[in-house]
């Protein structure tokens, strides 16, 4: 089976499921295809319209050099305050100054 790579970018767990989903029901799907949809229901915090909501919002606030695959982390993690914020930074090479760290999470807050 040949796999063609068609677009590359990070997407939220729950952009993953609606695609998964996307391909029939279960008896259509891979094995692994259902695994992950089991695994999401748990991992996912967010429901699909409102993790893109969620992240239009956070890109609209136009963090210096922030990435889509460090915005897809924060809402597939969803922090709760802002030392679970700055802990997703703390991996990146990206210093986020402490009024974008509020606004984000002041965003953020509207979802939980």
Partial sequence: MDTNIINKEPIALAEVSKIIQGLGNKTDRAEIQNKILEFNKDATKLKIDKVEKLIQELEAL???LMSRALIVQIVDIVPKDLGELKSIFA???LAVSPENL???QDVISKYL
């Fill in 91 to 93: 991996g990146s090479k």
């Fill in 62 to 64: 136009n963090v210096p």
């Fill in 102 to 104: 509020k606004q984000m």
